[in-house]
Antibody, heavy 120, light 108 residues
Framework: QVQLVQSGSEVKKPGASVKVSCKAS????????ISWVRQAPGQGLEWMGW????????YYAQKFQGRVTVTTDTSTTTAFMELRSLRSDDTAVYYC?????????????WGQGTMVTVSS | EIVLTQSPGTLSLSPGERATLSCRAS???????LAWYQQKPGQAPRLLIY???SRATGIPDRFSGSGSGTDFTLTISRLEPEDFAVYYC?????????FGQGTKVEIK
C-alpha cells in the first residue's frame, strides 16, 4: 500500500513562508489527487485545498486563496504545499492525503503530518 | 459551504458497549460523499467509512455507517479498547470539503 512521507517540522517567523513536502512511496503517484489538511493544537481538521495530480489543476478553500500553492512533481512522486505570509494562527500540523476513485475520492492515505510553528 | 455538526461532543462508554455518533449537514451531501475518520492522539486521521456506508480496507466490521441527504450515523457495535479516540465526519461531495468538529469517544 502507498505510504506518504512528509518533511520535518518547521519553525518560522510571522510573515515568512513555509513549503511542506509529501513523498509517495510508489514509483508513480497512485492517486487521482492530493489534498492538504491542517490541525491547530487541540483543534479539529481543516481542509486547505487539493491538486489533481496528473492534470495539475488546483482547488483551494476560500480562506487560503492567494496565500497557498499546492504543486506536484510527478517525476519524484512528491507533492508540495507552500503557505505564505505566515501568522501565529497558522501554527498547526499539516497533513497530505491521497484521493482515489477506489474510495470515491475520500482521503484514504495520510502522511504522518508536519508541525509548523509560527513564532517571533 | 456545507457545515457539518457532530453530536454528541463527547461520548462516555465502557468497552463492549455500542456507540452511535451523529453527523448532520446544513445541506444535502451530493452522492452521499460522506466519510468518517478516526484520530488517536499524536496520529494522523484514519479513513473508516466512505460513501456514507462503505468500509475502507482493513476496517473491522464492528464499524458501520449509514444515512443519506443531511443525516449520517457512525455506529461501533461493540467498543474495543483501541476504539477510544476522536471521530470526524467529512463531506467531499462539494467544495470546500468540510469536516465536522469531532466526537470524542472516551472510556467511562
Amino acid at each position: 500500500q502507498v505510504q506518504l512521507v512528509q518533511s520535518g517540522s518547521e519553525v518560522k517567523k510571522p510573515g515568512a513562508s513555509v513549503k511542506v513536502s509529501c513523498k509517495a512511496s510508489a514509483d508513480t503517484f497512485p492517486s487521482y489527487g492530493i489534498s492538504w489538511v491542517r490541525q491547530a493544537p487541540g483543534q479539529g481538521l481543516e481542509w486547505m485545498g487539493w491538486i489533481r495530480v496528473y492534470v495539475g489543476d488546483t482547488y483551494y478553500a476560500q480562506k487560503f486563496q492567494g496565500r497557498v500553492t499546492v504543486t506536484t512533481d510527478t517525476s519524484t512522486t512528491t507533492a508540495f504545499m507552500e503557505l505564505r505570509s505566515l501568522r501565529s494562527d497558522d501554527t498547526a500540523v499539516y497533513y497530505c492525503a491521497t484521493m482515489t476513485s477506489v474510495v470515491t475520492y475520500a482521503f484514504e492515505m495520510w502522511g504522518q503530518g508536519t508541525m509548523v510553528t509560527v513564532s517571533s | 459551504e456545507i457545515v457539518l455538526t457532530q453530536s454528541p461532543g463527547t461520548l462516555s462508554l465502557s468497552p463492549g458497549e455500542r456507540a452511535t455518533l451523529s453527523c448532520r449537514a446544513s445541506q444535502s451531501v451530493r452522492n452521499s460523499y460522506l466519510a468518517w475518520y478516526q484520530q488517536k492522539p499524536g496520529q494522523a486521521p484514519r479513513l473508516l467509512i466512505y460513501g456514507a456506508s462503505s468500509r475502507a480496507t482493513g476496517i473491522p466490521d464492528r464499524f458501520s455507517g449509514s444515512g443519506s441527504g443531511t443525516d449520517f450515523t457512525l455506529t461501533i457495535s461493540r467498543l474495543e479498547p483501541e476504539d477510544f479516540a476522536v471521530y470526524y465526519c467529512q463531506q467531499y461531495g462539494s467544495s470546500p470539503r468540510t469536516f465536522g468538529q469531532g466526537t470524542k469517544v472516551e472510556i467511562k
